[in-house]
């Protein structure tokens, strides 16, 4: 799903400093673009969230703020970096109520079993 355009990421973003962290190469910005939108997408499916109506604005600048951040990142600005990806994780929090950069912690498990109290494990080791 694409919630970022190459030209909002540009009008988010000085001129000079677009140039410079994308060397002048729109490609450069447009990766930038699809890794942000995979972190969000990846993020909603691991939280099993879904986007509130109306918030289309938001997840905009979620996307935007992330994709700056690989760029930054991509060039070893670190501290730039930093800030625009946690400006990218308080949006999310601020959408959803959670930290997308937090451990996963308490996940349902897929399948479960129940034995009964007098079930023998087998002992693989003599096999």
Same mark, same amino acid.
């Given at each position: 799903?694409?919630?970022?355009?190459?030209?909002? *990421?540009?009008?988010?973003?000085?001129?000079?400093?677009?140039?410079?962290?994308? @060397?002048?190469?729109?490609?450069?910005?447009?990766?930038?673009?699809?890794?942000?939108?995979? #972190?969000?997408?990846?993020?909603?499916?691991? +939280?099993?969230?879904?986007?509130? &109506?109306?918030?289309?604005?938001?997840?905009?600048?979620?996307?935007?703020?992330?994709?700056?951040?690989? *760029?930054?990142?991509?060039?070893?600005?670190?501290?730039?970096?930093?800030?625009?990806?946690?400006?990218?994780?308080? *949006?999310?929090?601020?959408?959803? @109520?959670?930290?997308?950069?937090?451990?996963?912690?308490?996940?349902?498990?897929?399948? +479960?079993?129940?034995?009964? +109290?007098?079930?023998?494990?087998?002992? #693989? &080791?003599?096999?």
């Amino acid at each position: 799903m694409a919630y970022l355009t190459l030209d909002e *990421l540009k009008a988010d973003m000085d001129p000079q400093i677009y140039a410079q962290v994308t @060397g002048g190469d729109d490609t450069v910005a447009e990766w930038a673009i699809g890794r942000a939108e995979a #972190w969000f997408a990846a993020y909603l499916i691991r +939280s099993d969230a879904l986007l509130p &109506s109306g918030s289309e604005g938001i997840v905009k600048q979620i996307a935007s703020k992330r994709a700056q951040y690989e *760029l930054y990142a991509r060039n070893e600005v670190e501290d730039i970096a930093r800030d625009k990806r946690d400006d990218a994780n308080e *949006l999310v929090r601020a959408l959803l @109520g959670d930290d997308p950069a937090a451990p996963v912690h308490n996940q349902n498990p897929a399948a +479960s079993v129940k034995t009964s +109290s007098d079930y023998t494990p087998i002992d #693989w &080791s003599t096999f």
